[in-house]
């Protein structure tokens, strides 16, 4: 009888149901995940540390690398000879020709043997395909850098993005505060004749906005919370603390000048150097075609002991415990014509080669775009960052100037509702100043290469 796990859906309109217990929940499948502190504050390193340690890109990375490294080992296995031990028992009957009949003979045999093969010299085909395979291992490498460059960056960015929610949240939270102080002042000057009913439900309605937009950075938090804590590889359901922005040193300029980013992205990148190893694997590939061309030789051969019973027709049968065998052999291989199968594998080599090459210096356009864009954005997160700072403290001085003036009555309600809603602007626009700088620096880095080295900015 067919198990429903082995039948196609029964229909194109329904979806398919997966049989009675099918394993199909996935919780707690893979690695453990770490569980956090609720109640420690941690910092962005910590953070980094526990996103290399659980994050899935980087054991994918890591056992591919050490798959490579295998065949580094398979490959120089080639070096040394082969020895096998064989033990054979068999059992044959056939017809003997002895004129003027056929005799019929069984022998049985057991047989324990070892054989040697080695290949002696075969022009450095062992030596290239050892020097791809280490190729491949670098490259390997290389690329394991570079997920843990963009586990890094990955973690940054949601941990700025997050640290933008908080600090909105902060602010907004802020704002209301002072809408609702302005609503008050509004409330008192109402009773004691001095505002207008207009006046007071203006001061309201920017308190109930007020309190709108706090509950839309409420959201914007929960959603960039759990952003990060997948970039680390843990449930987005896990309770953690992160450092407020407000402690956070926010970098006053660019220490490196764009020539000097580009050069050093040029020379640590490890996707550059990925393809760099790419390519010399590719040169090793082309000179093992071009070896396919010259002879190899090869030496081998066996030796053992043989047990055999053996019989003819009626006559008694004869056992024989000790018998030597061996064979040695020395062979020359030298492959003449083949269907000019080693020229296309050549020019296949040689095309590799090319695009490899080809590749490369497209990379390395690209990495040079890459990191001037990414310092133009830093540089440019850097000023606006200083025009977010000064807007934010005209408009505190504002707002309280407005608010204390309309308190003494030579304001009016327009002006110090005006004055709160710019406030809440500028409170907006320095949270997102601080935190594209320090994005914009941590791209920088993350272009550069020097996240590998340095975990924040």
């Not at 049985?108 to 070892?114: A, D, G, K």
């Not at 640290?163 to 609503?183: C, D, R």
């Not at 055999?308 to 008694?316: A, E, R």
């Not at 052999?329 to 080809?358: H, I, V």
């Amino acid at each position: 009888m067919t198990s429903v796990a082995q039948k196609a859906p029964a229909s194109p309109d329904r979806p398919w149901s997966p049989p009675s217990g099918a394993p199909v929940n996935t919780r707690g499948a893979g690695t453990n995940a770490p569980v956090l502190d609720p109640s420690e504050v941690y910092t962005l390193p910590e953070l980094i540390n526990l996103a290399e340690e659980n994050n899935p890109e980087t054991r994918v990375a890591w056992q591919n690398a050490r798959a490579r490294a295998a065949e580094v080992g398979i490959a120089e296995a080639e070096l040394y000879p082969a020895l096998a031990a064989t033990a054979i028992a068999q059992s044959a009957r056939n017809n003997v020709f002895f004129a003027p009949n056929f005799y019929r003979q069984t022998t049985e045999t057991f047989s324990p043997t070892l054989s040697l093969d080695y290949v002696v010299f075969d022009f450095g085909r062992r030596t290239q395909r050892i020097a791809i395979s280490k190729s491949k291992l670098l490259a390997a490498n290389f690329l394991f850098n570079d997920t843990h460059r963009k586990v890094i960056f990955q973690v940054m960015q949601a941990y700025y993005r997050f640290l933008n929610s908080k600090g909105q949240e902060e602010a907004a939270e802020a704002t209301l505060k002072n809408a609702q102080t302005v609503q008050d002042a509004a409330e008192a000057r109402l009773q004691t004749g001095l505002a207008t009913l207009p006046d007071v439900l203006e001061a309201r309605s920017a308190v109930a906005q007020a309190d709108y937009d706090l509950q839309a950075a409420f959201g914007a938090t929960e959603i960039a919370h759990g952003d990060l804590a997948t970039s680390m590889g843990i449930s987005p359901t896990a309770p953690f603390q992160v450092e407020s922005i407000q402690n956070l040193t926010i970098p006053e300029d660019l220490t490196e000048t764009v020539e000097s980013s580009i050069d050093k992205a040029l020379a640590q990148r490890p996707d550059l150097m990925q393809r760099v190893q790419s390519l010399r694997g590719a040169e090793s590939v082309v000179k093992l075609a071009k070896r396919d061309y010259l002879p190899s030789l090869r030496v081998g051969g066996a030796a053992g002991l043989a047990k055999t019973y053996g019989q003819q027709n009626q006559m008694p049968g004869i056992y024989s415990p000790n018998q030597e065998l061996w064979n040695a052999r020395l062979s020359l291989t030298w492959n003449l014509f083949d269907g000019f199968a080693r020229e296309n594998r050549l020019a296949r080599a040689k095309a590799d080669q090319n695009q490899a090459a080809a590749e490369l210096k497209a990379l390395q356009d690209r990495v040079e775009n890459q990191v001037w864009a990414a310092y133009s954005t830093a540089h440019t997160a850097l000023r606006q960052q200083r025009a977010a700072a000064a807007l934010l403290a005209a408009s505190t001085e504002s707002y309280n100037a407005a608010l204390q003036s309309y308190s003494y009555g030579v304001r009016n309600q327009i002006d110090v509702v005006s004055a709160q809603r710019s406030l809440a602007v500028a409170r907006t626009a320095d949270v997102n100043a601080r935190t594209q700088l320090l994005m914009g620096v941590a791209a920088l880095a993350f272009e550069t290469g020097n996240l590998l080295y340095a975990k924040g900015p």
